[in-house]
């Protein structure tokens, strides 16, 4: 029996991805190490400006966007053409579900998402520089945002346990690659993100 051509194109795509994927760590290991992972280099770098910065991505890209649910794999899903993207408002949770935005820095992030209905937002950072400004910004703004702006460290963030629906991460964990010693800090986040978000066998908490 024959192999069949759209089987041996799936390999191909499968081996260049993987390839691509290779080529891309080497990448990142050549990366200069930056300061990104200490709050000195945020409270120094956030005292000398407080204009909006949005790293990435802005609100209308993201909004746009729609994801593959975490119980599928996605080229699994791909090459059998089974994948069921879901919208942005599925995946984030419901208006009223608690929601923490991690490493917000004066990303204007929470702020639209309160304009598209959503109520109960907590957006923290560990440089107190900037969560002041963003409380200050909030109080002299003449449309205030119901945002908890609270000072955190994601590595011990000292929230209680699965108090949080979905965790929403716009450029922390890509900024602390840059960062000397990365892979220890990237770990006690992603341990402090699990301490927080909800389990998924209550109710399909979220990380992204």
């Known amino acids: 029996k024959k192999p069949s051509p759209h089987g041996s194109k799936k390999l191909?795509?499968?081996?260049?991805?993987?390839?691509?994927?290779?080529?891309?760590?080497?990448?990142?290991?050549?990366?200069?190490?930056?300061p990104y992972g200490q709050v000195s280099f945020w409270n120094k770098t956030y005292s000398a400006t407080s204009d909006n910065y949005e790293w990435g991505l802005s609100w209308k890209d993201i909004s746009s966007f729609s994801f593959?649910?975490?119980?599928?794999?996605?080229?699994?899903?791909?090459?059998?053409?089974?994948?069921?993207?879901?919208?942005?408002?599925?995946?984030?949770?419901?208006?009223?579900?608690?929601?923490?935005?991690?490493?917000?820095?004066?990303?204007?992030?929470?702020?639209?998402?309160?304009a598209e209905g959503w109520k109960n937002i907590t957006a923290c950072d560990f440089s107190d520089v900037v969560i002041k400004q963003l409380i200050q910004d909030n109080k002299d703004s003449e449309i205030k945002?119901?945002?908890?702006?609270?000072?955190?460290?994601?590595?011990?963030?000292?929230?209680?346990?699965?108090?949080?629906?979905?965790?929403?991460?716009?450029?922390?964990?890509?900024?602390?690659?840059?960062?000397?010693e990365n892979h220890e800090t990237l770990k006690k986040v992603k341990d402090g993100v699990y301490k927080v978000r909800e389990e998924e066998k209550i109710r399909q908490g979220t990380y992204f």
């Open 12 to 34: 191909v795509m499968l081996a260049r991805a993987f390839f691509d994927g290779l080529q891309g760590l080497t990448k990142r290991q050549i990366l200069p190490n930056l």
């Open 68 to 114: 593959v649910p975490p119980t599928q794999s996605y080229w699994l899903s791909h090459f059998t053409g089974k994948l069921q993207n879901k919208e942005w408002k599925e995946v984030v949770g419901p208006h009223v579900a608690p929601i923490l935005i991690a490493g917000c820095g004066n990303s204007l992030l929470g702020h639209h998402m309160c």
């Open 145 to 180: 945002v119901d945002i908890k702006f609270v000072v955190a460290d994601m590595t011990h963030p000292g929230f209680p346990l699965y108090s949080f629906y979905s965790v929403i991460d716009k450029g922390l964990y890509d900024s602390l690659i840059c960062s000397p």
